[in-house]
């Protein structure tokens, strides 16, 4: 895991938005994904997550890593991985990494990301609750919140 760089923040969304695209696009609609790249991604999504204390992490090349350390726990906001580095442990070693910080990891998952629930599972993460977050225009996020106690 290696901090950002500000050439990171300019390139993220060009990185992003073809990833998104691969692991949602049998799940939501296209408007959808662009809606939310475009929200965590963009010049002023980037600037309003990171003012609010998101750190962004790079992966080796393999892809992106975004939490926000709260009172009590840790949130994963994003872990993306190319598809050619998914099946390597990468998120073992992430998850071992950010236990360091001594305190239980959470994040939201999307009901359909099959994929990613089976690997947060297989890593000691458990359903705590399921969210509908309402976003413009009548979209919706189904979401699974996930904690792994450390």
């Known amino acids: 895991m290696e901090r950002f760089t500000e050439k990171d923040y300019q390139s993220i969304y060009d990185f992003m938005l073809p990833l998104w695209k691969e692991t949602y696009g049998g799940i939501l609609p296209a408007k959808q994904i662009e809606f939310l ?24 090349q393999d892809g992106v890593l975004v939490v926000c350390e709260r009172e009590t726990d840790v949130y994963i906001d994003k872990l993306y991985l190319l598809p050619s580095s998914r099946g390597k442990g990468i998120p073992e070693k992430v998850f071992a990494e950010l236990a360091k910080r001594g305190k239980n990891l959470t994040l939201n998952v999307n009901q359909g990301n099959e994929r990613a629930v089976h690997c947060y599972r297989k890593n000691g993460f458990e359903v705590i609750e399921t969210v509908d977050i309402l976003l413009d225009n009548g979209m919706v996020n189904k979401d699974f919140v996930m904690r792994k106690r450390v």
Do not use: I, M
């Open 37 to 60: 790249v475009n929200k965590y991604f963009s010049a002023e999504g980037l600037a309003h997550y990171r003012a609010l204390g998101y750190e962004y992490f790079k992966l080796g």
